[in-house]
């Protein structure tokens, strides 16, 4: 594992924030909005786990560990506090879709905008 | 009763949870029953923020440790370091818990009458809980994490409220657009987050405001934060989304989602003054809040004058009287690290934009549920449709008449008391902001003639000769923001004094509120 | 409604994956896991049931008020066991040191002893109830709202 960097979790994090930006700056349809709002979030989540690592930590668990140094637990509760909210932002994401699908009859945003001005 | 005092932060915080929890089991019993529940829980909410404002306009800042063996021991065992969420009340955090706990008994009052044709009401009482949960969490925390997390809760239930009503197709799509913003808001919060974290191994406010060195990373953290609240607020350049949500939602919920942007913009102020205080660049922070403050005052007037549905004419001019706190407090912060400009000018242009926090959040909920009064006996929100409704709705008439006075900053109400104070001190900053500021006076008090004249004067239209006055909860919800502006009115000096200055003053002393989380450990 | 080799087996692997999911939320305090985990993998079941039968056939048993019980019971035992603690701080541990999963444990590398912790397996076990109401609502509701919508027509 040594070659690979030690960046490359926070460039991987880089590239899913910048492509879900170009995403929701470009894209119409409904379903492709709430898909970059998810890549946004993983790109974020991954973003924090990878704050706390430590090279050569083992798990921050004490049952069975071996010993030495553990990683950082915090940004853990982080990400899994970011993951539940990001659910329920999802799910009421995906009904409010549904819902302007049955009243516009389309899933373009351009279509569906009744409020101008 | 001093216990009660001692726990009251987190009594505050917990009791719309659990009153929130109840509901759905409750509502199963009756109407009637929850809705006792919820105005019972909100009252006895109130009494606490008041016996709590007391106490700290007395004995000073209020902490709460969650889960320590006493509530106010922040370092347990001689750490150096705080461990545990710790919630920290001082005067500016009391300040906008009077006006949240205010607002939102009025607005469930309102919501008992206003939304009683709708079906699934359990849930939306759960939702208007949470939501007065989460704005409270937000303006009593002392941790990063903790404002982000409760800023998410009070954005989803916010969004679910504006969507109630799905029988309209454009409630559902303005709650689309709130809850993909407030989504794309709080994660770039949480990038910034996440950047403070990563150099100081905490996320405690006062702890992060000791260690701080404002290096890039930190640099780039302030940016991202400012970028998320400013898109929550609703300021010029990305305020696309806020007329399109606070048009369509209920009434009350949008007096309700008012209070929370200012929650946001406490959320800034807290960051800007509290966080980096001294280390950051004063003059060219200060400045871009100015520059923001300014634009979003002249754009947001300016896109009111010709809207002819009555609903959207009043969110652009909540845009607009935003601008006013914002450029009020930035002149303060631009002078933050000058002692002798701002103990001249520079502390009363604060106490200006935080007194016109007080008068916008009192004026602004009326005017909104007086157009949601209009809207709930004539079905429209047109004003090209509507007509003459003065003969008949009366004491609407003159509840949107004390509204219209005190926005466009009318002597003796009490948006001229503010205004004039932020007038006054920024003229000494710089007199083209004031000069400015006056024009949108003027712009305001204009477009709230002409929407006055087209709504309530003129001649009685036939289709509206049957309509009532709105239901009695309805008007003891907006006669209670009433009071409240006329109790304003008469004694500002009174409110300035005590209410106001102290919150200024805790925003401006960053050492106390480092002292109050680091000082507080057990021998 | 897909055919009955499916439903059978589905019927009978759905014991595991409950059992597999009450594990992660039982030993939260210990290993990796907690309430919400251990509650999505239980909803992952109830998605495998939404599939091999009808969303339909689902209602009948998971009604709307089974899963609005279970939902506001996890919830007030959350809140409940926050507030209990209300002679300290909220949310202190009171637990600690009593009989009932209060032993305090070993520091360092131990095989972990599921007595201790306190209040936490407990409110895990809250969290958990709540998870599983409230995510098996979304995913029922969703079905049958994507499924009238055809039915309409």
Redesign the interface.
Known sequence: MEHIPLNFPFLAAALLVGISLYILIFKKNLIKLIMGIAMLAAGVNLFLVSLGFRAGGAAPIYTNVTEGPMVMPVPQALTLTSIVINVAVLALMLTMAIHIYRHTGSLDSEKSRKMKG | MAALITHSPILIIAIPLLAAFLTLPIGRAGGKARNVLVIASLAFVEFLVIILARDIYLNGIHIYTLGATSPELTLPGGAMVPIRIILEVDAMSIFMGIIWATVSLAAAIYSLSHMARETGQNRFYTLLLLMVAGCFGMIFTGDLFNLFVFLEIASISGAALIAFRTRFADAVEGGFKYIVISAVAGLIFLFGVGLLYAQYNSLNIGFLANAMQYSTLDIIALTLFLMSLTIKTGMVPLHMWYPDSYTVAPANITAMLVITSHACMYAVFRICFSLYGITLDATTVGWIIVIIGLLTMFVGVTMAVFQTDVMRFMSYHAISQMGYMWMGVGVGLAVLGNPEALATYGRDAISGGIFHILNHAMYKPLLFMTAGALFHRTGTRDLNKMGGLGHNMKFTLILYIIGTLSIAGIPPLNGFASKFLIYESVYQFNPVLAVVAMLVSIITLASFTKAFQSAFTGPQLPEYKDVKEVPKPMLIGMGILAAGIIFTSIFPGLIVERIVNPATDALINQAAYVNGIMGGGMP | MLSKIVRTVTNEFMLFIVVFGLYIIAHGH???GGG?QGGAVIVSGVVMLLVAFNSQELKKTLSERVL??M??TG??IF?AL??A??G??????FLVGTPILGRI?A??????DIWTGGVIPLMNLAVGLKVVAG?SA?VL??AL??SG?EMEE
Do not use: K, Q
């Open positions: 210990l290993t990796p919400f609005s019980i939902e506001s919830a007030l809140i926050a507030f603690g209300i300290a701080a909220f949310f202190y541990n444990p520091t360092g590398p131990n095989p972990g995510l979304v509701a969703l709202f994507s919508e």
